[in-house]
């Protein structure tokens, strides 16, 4: 039996009671899925770019035979516009088709004050909850730097969520719908450290856990379905300890921007006396250079290397396989 026996869409974005179901299949079979993402730094143009890709990614996902979770993430306090211009189209996407357009959101208002953060993240899922519609939250800081929000000097207490936190959120949030996660603090770092630098503690998601449990007499051992932020560059070992306490979400950007890179940077370095000029080469003066400067040669490159990435990926995080 693998995940696609439980879900009702077996192929191409999910949304609602197949992404509850995907994260506590996550949860029993002790997996997490890898999230890899793509930016754009202007709002209007964010808005339409997200709500196109949203469209192109649902007419050839089910080309691919497998589910896929449509989530945007990163929404900071100065990009909310962002994230009320997608629900708008997920609303009117809903009205004709009875699902909205993506899968999921996340909202990220970890460096604002906690009570300002867990009221406007549940005025947001008041309004994906009719949707069926996931909504990831952050609470606790996550150190480094990603997408122009700079943590790297921060007080290292502050990269450790505390379980009545967890609990205050779990309280509120799961009175409006059970379609939420919580990116929950641990020592978890945007980017990649020299090894040492960074301190993680997962056993502390644990913890979260129980806490949660006891608070609410519940009979599920993890109760919150937990988002491991800023997972490029950690061990395996520390994946497999978080999923084991209940992450079903793993944030891998750094590690795969590098991956793309070093595919294109080795297919620079070993052909670059054919590509210093349209003609011309060792091969001799006239010959045309056309097929190792083609732009599709060379990105192709990045491509393998990010894939194999995305590959190690899944296994490290117990995911290959699980279909």
């Known amino acids: 039996m693998g995940l696609t026996d439980v879900l009702e869409r077996k192929q191409g974005v999910i ?22 993402g793509v930016a754009n730094d202007k709002q209007q143009a964010s808005i339409a770019g997200a709500v196109a890709g949203a469209q192109y990614i649902r007419s050839v996902a089910p080309s691919y035979g497998i589910p896929v979770i449509l989530h945007t993430d990163h929404c900071a306090k100065k990009l909310l516009p962002w994230l009320d211009g997608m629900l708008d189209a997920d609303e009117a996407y809903f009205k004709e088709h009875g699902e909205p357009l993506f899968s999921s959101h996340m909202i990220d208002l970890s460096e604002e004050e906690k009570d300002w953060n867990l009221a406007t993240t549940a005025k947001y899922l008041k309004r994906a909850a009719p949707m069926k519609q996931w909504l990831e939250m952050e609470i606790g800081i996550t150190g480094g730097e990603e997408d ?101 979400k793993v944030n891998l950007d750094t590690d795969l921007q590098y991956a793309y890179l070093t595919g294109i940077r ?38 393998k290397t990010m894939s194999a990435r995305v590959s190690e990926g899944l296994r490290d995080f117990n995911t290959a396989g699980q279909l």
């Open 15 to 36: 949304v609602g009671d197949d992404v509850i179901k995907t994260f506590d299949y996550c949860q029993e079979h002790n997996f997490a899925i890898p999230a890899i």
């Open 148 to 248: 122009g929000v700079n943590n790297e000097e921060v007080d290292n207490n502050s990269l450790y969520t505390q379980p009545e936190d967890i609990y205050d959120i779990y309280h509120t949030l799961s009175a409006i719908s059970p379609y939420f996660s919580i990116a929950a603090g641990f020592g978890n770092v945007h980017g990649v450290y020299k090894p040492g630098n960074v301190k993680l503690h997962p056993e502390l998601l644990g913890k979260h856990q129980k806490f949660v449990k006891d608070k609410i007499n519940g009979g599920k051992d993890k109760p919150v379905y937990l988002v491991f932020h800023g997972g490029s560059g950690s061990s395996k070992q520390e994946y497999l300890d978080a999923i084991s306490y209940g992450v079903v």
């Open 266 to 303: 080795d297919y620079v370095l070993n052909n670059k006396d054919y590509i210093m000029s349209q003609v011309g080469n060792p091969d001799g003066a006239d010959k045309p250079n056309k097929k190792y400067f083609d732009p599709r040669v060379w990105v192709r490159e990045g491509e």
